[in-house]
């Protein structure tokens, strides 16, 4: 049996939330699992409809962390045929007291903490004792070797996919009217933050749209820049060319991405917070949509540079223009959303489960 110890899941949404869900119906395929998950408000139906055990906790933050920990080690220790343990952050193993196998994923900003601080000393404690450390990409892994993880220990496992669902009609019909015909299409779907660099993007759509009159802006999210966004869209009088949508379905936010060019997210470093990886950028290439990433961060290896996208300076504005002009060139994006969609396939949960096999 595996364990999985995880502070997001379904029902609620996310990219992490997508992750272990991912790899719990994955696991599930290989053993029997039992996963520990914090509450969440409609977890019943939900929970019914898995083939495996969840077992969720609730309670304030600082408690449910420590009545968490208390389940979890009694469920040990009645438990004997547990042969693997497998959590999704350092703090879900901090408290967890036993001998068995332990595997823990990072994902960059969650370890992001300055050498020697209290912090950092308490993430090596945690994952310079556990059997196997799972950095979602390359970048992660040089991060967490700086920081002072045991290099031995860790093993680079991009997040996985499921594969693409064929868009209804009516939901492509309804992308085709928000996009109100315009030719030349961007799109991010992502929390409206700092490090994801909207800021930038709607700035460059400004100069853009002086030699691309038709350039649409499909920004899919919502997050604590959002009213600031809107504010600059309108002093930048772009209000025909960005539009803003959020709790939309899946369908349709599919649908987006289907019918745009670019999928656009060149991410910063911003304080503390880092792109891992960016699986966005492997959802849109499912639908054979090219990316531009930012250099800082995991999307080089979700992106392979001038051909599946293009990785560029996302604290230059000058370089993110001249990325966005580059695939709208000679239709440039079309040649390289091809190579995209069939990279993409690399990250299927069949295949990336494959990589955890051989640890487990």
Not at 42 to 55: K, L, Q, R, Y
Not at 225 to 242: G, H, S
Not at 251 to 264: H, Q, Y
Request: charged share 30%.
């Amino acid at each position: 049996m595996y364990l999985l110890i995880t502070r997001t899941f379904p029902p609620e949404l996310g990219g992490m939330q997508n992750l272990m869900w991912g790899l719990a119906r994955s696991l599930a395929k290989l053993n029997l699992i039992k996963v520990f998950a914090d509450y969440h408000e409609n977890h019943e139906e939900f929970d019914s409809s898995v083939s495996f055990s969840i077992e969720r906790v609730s309670g304030m933050k600082l408690i449910r962390k420590y009545r968490k920990s208390y389940l979890i080690n009694d469920y040990l220790e009645n438990n004997k045929n547990v042969e693997c343990i497998i959590a999704d952050h350092w703090k879900s193993l901090e408290l967890i007291k036993t001998n068995k196998k332990k595997i823990c994923l990072i994902h960059s900003k969650e370890i992001n903490h300055p050498k020697s601080s209290g912090l950092n000393k308490k993430v090596l404690s945690v994952l310079n004792n556990v059997d196997h450390v799972v950095a979602n990409s390359n970048y992660t892994k040089n991060l967490a070797i700086e920081l002072g993880v045991d290099e031995k220990k860790i093993v680079v496992i991009n997040p996985g996919i499921d594969p693409v669902i064929e868009v209804p009609k009516k939901y492509l019909d309804e992308a085709e009217e928000i996009l109100k015909g315009k030719k030349n299409r961007l799109i991010t779907v992502s929390r409206f933050d700092k490090r994801k660099n909207h800021e930038k993007i709607i700035m460059a759509v400004r100069n853009l749209k002086e030699i691309y009159p038709d350039i649409i802006y499909t920004c899919i999210g919502y997050g604590d820049e959002e009213e600031k966004l809107k504010k600059l869209v309108i002093e930048l009088n772009l209000n025909n060319q960005v539009i803003f949508l959020k709790d939309i379905p899946s369908d349709l936010k599919n649908a987006l991405l289907a019918k745009s060019n670019i999928f656009v997210m060149p991410s910063i470093i911003y304080k503390k917070s880092v792109e891992g990886f960016g699986i966005a950028y492997v959802e849109a290439a499912q639908y054979g949509i090219p990316s531009i990433g930012g250099k800082d961060g995991g999307a080089s290896d979700a992106i392979i540079h001038e051909k599946t996208g293009l990785i560029c300076d996302g604290n230059k504005l000058e370089d993110i223009y001249a990325s966005i002009d580059t695939l709208f060139k000679e239709n440039k994006h079309l040649e390289y959303g091809k190579e995209a969609k069939i990279n993409s396939t690399n990250f299927l949960w069949d295949k990336i489960i494959e990589k955890y096999k051989r640890i487990l």
